[in-house]
């Protein structure tokens, strides 16, 4: 074997897409100030879930008009809840390109049962004809395919004077793209992905065109507790100023605070998405001098700079079955987390064998560097590996 096996290891191991890893210097000195064995509904728990809201609100320059909340069940459930109290009014098209743009287009029909439904559709790695979609009824897309790599290249194509209003699943893009407020009208994330703050809890972002939309339309559905924003036909104001509907982690909350404060010290949005975008950019000039690797989103104008998944384009591995090719990529993935340069790496379970490495803020391109010869290496290994036990 020709191929010597790297010196240099990356300082975190950590590229999993979520959760993902911490801020750099990161230690739980950092939850010290955590407010355990009070209740949330305290005046102190409601400061600390207040200020949750007012630093994503400042850091993310989103318009004063437009309410922020937090919900339970992390991004997934600020979802549900978002297409649960507000599609029907009027038909949807949905964009599906990954497994979870896919699973909203499942649940729009085959949960929620809604019929006039138009699916435009694109395999991993692509997304779809953005021309053909029309804002004139309500549209349920994902801003960055945190499966596939592939992310919106912008939002011109949504119409300032539409009909419907937008949903967006924003979970892996938040903090690393600068998301056109004025074009989405409903806007999910959670705390795990760029910021690498703990899991179970989402934020929910509407515009005022989306608060019309729940005080005007009463869903033929019934809605669980943690689904409900209104009373009375009107918003319910608390979820937007700290008022959860159920009860959050206080430990979780003071992480997320932690990660905010630590976006706010380096610089803000610009900061975040410059550290995303120098991590890409670090796998892009390595992709390009690579015999065997290759990105799933063959198009630059829609790579994602979060959640980097690359391909194996050896001609050798094309050949291989589905199963073995899965088994090889395991291979490699085994070796990398016994050396401990990277652990989680393997591409999700729907998408295409390869590999997902996680680019986002928190990632130190200095890791992202040394973990690459290491991809290498583990690439050379199970390959002669396949060739000895074919032999």
Request: net charge negative; proline share 5%; aromatic share 8%.
């Amino acid at each position: 074997m020709t191929q010597s096996k790297p010196t240099i290891k990356p300082n975190n191991p950590n590229f999993s897409s979520g959760p993902c890893a911490k801020r750099p210097g990161w230690s739980l000195d950092a939850l010290s100030d955590a407010l355990l064995g009070r209740s949330h509904r305290s005046g102190p728990g409601k400061v600390k879930l207040k200020e949750v809201i007012e630093l994503h609100t400042e850091l993310l320059g989103i318009p004063d008009d437009y309410y922020v909340g937090i919900v339970p069940a992390s991004d997934t459930g600020a979802f549900e809840m978002a297409m649960w109290s507000m599609l029907g009014a009027l038909p949807v098209q949905t964009l599906a390109w990954e497994s979870f743009s896919q699973d909203w287009m499942k649940d729009i029909t085959g949960q929620l049962k809604l019929s006039n439904v138009t699916a435009h559709e694109a395999e991993y790695g692509q997304i779809p004809d953005l021309s053909k979609v029309n804002c004139d009824e309500d549209v349920v897309f994902v801003w960055n395919g945190t499966t596939s790599g592939a992310c919106l290249p912008d939002a011109e194509w949504i119409a300032d004077d539409r009909k419907g209003l937008t949903f967006c699943d924003a979970t892996s893009g938040v903090f690393a793209y600068d998301l056109p407020w004025n074009k989405l009208d409903v806007v999910t994330w959670s705390w795990q992905k760029v910021l690498g703050g703990e899991a179970a809890h989402g934020m929910l972002v509407l515009s005022p065109r989306a608060v019309a939309r729940l005080e005007s339309f009463v869903p033929d559905r019934p809605l669980p507790k943690i689904f409900r924003m209104t009373k009375g036909g009107k918003l319910n104001s608390g979820i937007f100023v700290g008022e959860t509907i159920n009860t959050p982690s206080m430990l979780a909350v003071e992480d997320c605070l932690d990660a905010l404060k630590w976006v706010k010290s380096i610089g803000g949005l610009q900061a975040t998405i410059k550290r995303t975008q120098d991590n890409l950019a670090a796998i892009s000039k390595w992709v390009d001098q690579s015999d065997w690797a290759s990105f799933l989103a063959t198009s630059e104008a829609v790579r994602s700079s979060t959640s980097i998944c690359l391909s194996i384009s050896d001609e050798w591995f094309a050949q291989l079955s589905d199963d073995d090719q899965a088994g090889f990529v395991g291979a490699m993935c085994k070796i990398l987390d016994q050396e401990g340069v990277a652990y989680d790496i393997k591409a999700y379970r729907a998408a295409p064998a390869g590999l997902r490495i996680w680019g986002g803020a928190t990632v130190e391109t200095g890791d992202v560097q040394a973990l690459l010869p290491w991809l290498d290496y583990a690439f050379a290994v199970s390959k002669e590996s396949k060739a000895q036990k074919a032999a």
